[in-house]
């Protein structure tokens, strides 16, 4: 009994000193950050000069200043495109490529490339086809007798444009969907198939059903991803151009908080900034969570 | 509108037009250093989650999982404070240290996979006398090769293309990784399609090939994040 005793404060010790380096990057990389971030909002500080308390000043000026809405708004123009786009995508292609007959495996590996190259190496290569000059796309568009827009350097455009890229990077949502399909008992669509419910009538009530759940996982995580959409937006606004372009109308909202950090070095208003997406992104979480037994359905219930 | 012939001088120009060797030389760095950081921290960490007893083990994995929540501007600020305050500014350091402190990520995709292996192994070598730390790395690591691969892929992926880290950390131009020396390559020579598009490939041809490689371990990897467990 005694044995015992030692050996669990063994583990118990074990465990601690495996998980160490963990908990030492959770102090330092995490934890640490989170309270020196709410504490740095409440100052005016640029990295150089003497901390000075604020109180709640940065929020007060955030909530009157033009760029932040201006910023939030083509940060949500951006999400409510591309995230309905590319779980839409993603799942058209994870359906036509579930059959298991030769060759899916090769498009699956295909559709996935594109995840998987740097995305400076993507956003130029997009820079390129969106050229209204000598771009693929307005090519193509002048063939089928369409005068193609200006895209990365029309107000207009450019955000969308930057949205429907997002396509490029389907793969890991199409993945995620081919394991949610592949989850699904083969039982359900013979027994629909014999009571002679046709291929939509299938999709309709038993796939996208049965596939809530993950619907659920990747509507969250590419909303998260999306409003913090930074590389693609920093580098192809205005066609490379620079920040923002053309006129602002680029200027995501992380680029904004790069702006005020890294170019003004408003370290305070920056984690301000900072603070205001953490907490739309909860909330937006939140609300997700709790309406989704509205939508998602699970098995047991 | 199309080119007509296969050229392969765009590449010697693009080579001669930048240090494009000093790039990869720092990319490489950081993604050797981080990756090797990230195989050791979480696949400890992931061991202990999985096999060990110890007081509040669920609770503090489940504090792992929910720290995947986190956005990645929540800790970014205070992050460049403290590297900037230790000197850590235009070194690679920020870009390759962290990952010896663990990712959430991995360590919870690594325990998923430890967890599949049987406790009567872990029995077993205890008492034919092994100490925990053998158990791990005699068994329990390599048993967990693919799990491994999968990680030091998607670890690969994720810093050789990594585009913020380096555009805050890294000023000098002899610090560039490959991604921010072909986005300043862009700046410069954003007319010359074909010498953006070589440097584009250059770029891009690594992580293909590590792709390529180890292609279903990804793509498994990918699907353990999107279970329910």
New interface residues.
Partial sequence: MRKRSIL?RK??????L??L??I???C???A???L??VF?SFHEWH?FDDMKWIGLGNYKMLFTDPLFYHSLKVTFEYAIINVPLVLIVGLLLALLLYPKVKGTSVF??IF??PS??????TA??W??IYNPE?GLLN?FLEKIGIDGPDWLYSTEWVVPAIAFMGVWTVG?TM??Y???LEDIPQVYWDAAKVDGANYWQRLRYITLPLLS??TF??FITNL?GA??T??QA??MGG??EGFGAPANASLFY?LY??EQ??SWFN?GY??AL??I??LI?FVL?LIIFKTSNKWVYYERS | ?FPKKLNFDNYKRVLELFPWLTFLKNSAIITFLSTVGIV???S??A???AT????A?DK?FL??IS?M??????????????F?KIGWIDTLKPLWV?A???SAYF?FLLRQFFKSIPRELFEAAKIDGCN?FQI?YKIYFPLAKPAIITVIILQF?AA??D??GP??YLQSEEKYT???G??AF??MY?TS?HY??AA?CM??IP??IV??IG?KR??GG??I????S
Avoid: D, H
């Avoid at chain 1, 583990?11 to 601690?16: A, V």
């Avoid at chain 2, 994040?225 to 329910?228: D, I």
């Fill in positions: 669990a583990e118990n010790l074990e465990g601690y495996f998980i380096p963990w030492i990057g959770f330092v990389f995490t640490g950050p989170i020196f971030s740095l990295i699956r590996t996935y490339i998987i190259v740097p995305v400076v190496a130029t290569l820079i390129w000598y090519f890991p993945i995620i081919l394991a949610g759940p993950t996982f990747l998260m409003l913090q930074f590389a920093y580098i066609g490379g992380c908080l790069y950090g890294w370290m920056a984690s900072s603070w997406l953490t992104i979480t | 509108m050791f921290s979480s400890l960490a061991f202990a989650f060990l007893r110890f007081k083990r503090l504090l792992v720290t929540m986190i956005p990645y501007y929540t800790t970014l600020i205070p992050q460049y404070i403290l900037s962290p010896f402190f663990g360590i925990t791990f992926i050789w293309g585009f913020f555009l805050i490959l991604v921010l072909l986005n862009r700046g954003y399609w953006l598009m584009t770029v891009t992580s293909l792709f390529l292609q990804i793509i990918i699907t994040t999107g279970m329910k």
